[in-house]
């Protein structure tokens, strides 16, 4: 058992992508608060590092990019001079398992849910299952295992001083004062099984704007912006871009001004919820009750397929069947439902069929 009153230096290894990150948030406020003395170091992918560059319980950032393999030993090389104390790795990989074993830490610790080589890496294994409990949770599960105390708590974002300030004028940029009522759309997804369907994104966003005073607002990064502009084309009524317009956190801050969210299961529905946004989560082969919003004022449409073979190398079904059996009609209904009477009561709200 780890001795907490010994452990001055962790570091805490998360190699995936900006929603994993995020959904780790609440682990690290966790260690901080049963190790106030200690300076946490936190390891993260190049491009994730935003979700936490503010976050008050890292001491310490550092974002390696796995495309340059000599950069990376470099670094890890340094860590590994810091002699850490523990070494708490949430990943659940390989590439991190190695690392983790290179530091040479006192204590190493991670997941190896898949009983693979890389359990040798460690010193003590975490018993959890990722496919049966929330990703806050399965987190959280590591704080518990190595004997800390566990509050849960919701994922937090922190934005910088003048995230806010870029937002307010990017959105006045558009034409959109600050009592419009705004309704984010993000249709990006890692992989295209994931991605609703681009024609019943249009027909949304039209009758949002349609039935009642509410401006909608297309986001994405630049590799989206395609996607966004065949929506848009499809659309009746005017709409709002600001694809590849902000970074990560003047994008979350765009989002602290949004009253909803609707978008597939990706890394930005996880900082709307961060942001206070209500989200409509439209899930397809991933699973909601692992990956869904985290809180109670959300909607979540998800339609149980067996979608597990459309991981590698597609969907035998054929392209988006899960995500084409929801339905535009229950969408626009969970939206009005959301917008007139936020639910706070439970997790989330789950719509299966």
Same mark, same amino acid.
């Given at each position: 058992?780890?001795?907490? #009153?010994?452990?001055?230096?962790? =570091? /805490?290894?998360?190699?995936?992508?900006?929603?994993?990150?995020?959904?780790?948030?609440?682990?690290?406020?966790?260690?901080?608060?049963?190790?106030?003395?200690?300076?946490?170091?936190?390891?993260?992918?190049?491009?994730?590092?935003?979700?936490?560059?503010?976050?008050?319980?890292?001491?310490?950032?550092?974002?390696?990019?796995?495309?340059?393999?000599?950069?990376?030993?470099?670094?890890?090389?340094?860590?590994?001079?810091?002699?850490?104390?523990?070494?708490?790795?949430?990943?659940?990989?390989?590439?991190?398992?190695?690392?983790?074993?290179?530091?040479?830490?006192?204590?190493?610790?991670?997941?190896?849910?898949?009983?693979?080589?890389?359990?040798?890496?460690?010193?003590?294994? /975490?018993?959890?299952?990722?496919?049966?409990?929330?990703?806050?949770?399965?987190? =959280?599960?590591?704080?518990?295992?190595?004997?800390?105390?566990?509050?849960?708590?919701?994922?937090?974002?922190?934005?910088?001083?003048?995230?806010?300030?870029?937002?307010?004028?990017?959105?006045?940029?558009?034409?959109?004062?600050?009592?419009?009522?705004?309704?984010?759309?993000?249709?990006?997804?890692?992989?295209?099984?994931?991605?609703?369907?681009?024609?019943?994104?249009?027909?949304?966003?039209?009758?949002?704007?349609?039935?009642?005073?509410?401006?909608?607002?297309?986001?994405?990064?630049?590799?989206?912006?395609?996607?966004?502009?065949?929506?848009?084309?499809?659309?009746?009524?005017?709409?709002?871009?600001?694809?590849?317009?902000?970074?990560?956190?003047?994008?979350?801050?765009?989002?602290?001004?949004?009253?909803?969210?609707?978008?597939?299961?990706?890394?930005?529905?996880?900082?709307?919820?961060?942001?206070?946004?209500?989200?409509?989560? #439209?899930?397809?082969?991933?699973?909601?009750?692992?990956?869904?919003?985290?809180?109670?004022?959300?909607?979540?449409?998800?339609?149980?397929?067996?979608?597990?073979?459309?991981?590698?190398?597609?969907?035998?079904?054929?392209?988006?069947?899960?995500?084409?059996?929801?339905?535009?009609?229950?969408?626009?209904?969970?939206?009005?439902?959301? =917008?007139?009477?936020?639910?706070?009561?439970?997790?989330?709200?789950?719509?299966?069929?």
């Amino acid at each position: 058992m780890i001795d907490p #009153l010994t452990i001055k230096d962790v =570091l /805490i290894i998360k190699l995936r992508y900006l929603g994993d990150v995020l959904l780790m948030t609440p682990c690290l406020q966790a260690i901080k608060k049963n190790l106030p003395h200690a300076n946490v170091t936190v390891m993260v992918n190049k491009g994730t590092e935003s979700i936490l560059q503010n976050h008050p319980s890292v001491d310490h950032l550092v974002a390696i990019d796995r495309r340059y393999f000599i950069e990376s030993c470099r670094a890890v090389m340094c860590l590994r001079k810091s002699r850490y104390d523990l070494v708490l790795d949430l990943t659940d990989g390989d590439r991190a398992a190695i690392i983790t074993w290179l530091m040479n830490a006192r204590y190493r610790v991670g997941y190896n849910a898949e009983h693979r080589w890389r359990g040798r890496c460690y010193d003590q294994i /975490i018993d959890a299952d990722p496919d049966k409990m929330h990703s806050v949770d399965y987190h =959280l599960h590591a704080v518990k295992e190595i004997g800390l105390n566990v509050m849960v708590q919701a994922p937090t974002l922190f934005l910088g001083p003048n995230d806010e300030e870029y937002a307010n004028e990017l959105l006045l940029n558009h034409g959109i004062n600050r009592e419009e009522q705004l309704v984010m759309v993000h249709p990006g997804s890692r992989w295209e099984a994931k991605s609703w369907l681009l024609n019943r994104f249009a027909a949304v966003a039209d009758t949002v704007q349609s039935s009642r005073s509410t401006r909608i607002v297309f986001a994405g990064s630049e590799k989206e912006r395609t996607r966004v502009q065949s929506i848009q084309e499809k659309m009746l009524t005017t709409s709002v871009s600001i694809v590849g317009q902000t970074t990560v956190l003047q994008l979350a801050a765009v989002m602290k001004r949004c009253a909803l969210f609707i978008g597939n299961d990706n890394g930005p529905m996880h900082m709307a919820v961060a942001m206070g946004c209500s989200v409509v989560a #439209l899930f397809g082969p991933t699973n909601p009750k692992v990956w869904g919003p985290w809180g109670a004022r959300h909607r979540v449409f998800f339609k149980n397929f067996d979608c597990r073979s459309c991981f590698v190398p597609g969907c035998r079904l054929g392209s988006q069947s899960c995500m084409a059996q929801i339905s535009v009609d229950e969408v626009v209904d969970a939206i009005n439902d959301l =917008l007139m009477t936020k639910n706070e009561k439970g997790q989330f709200t789950a719509c299966e069929s």
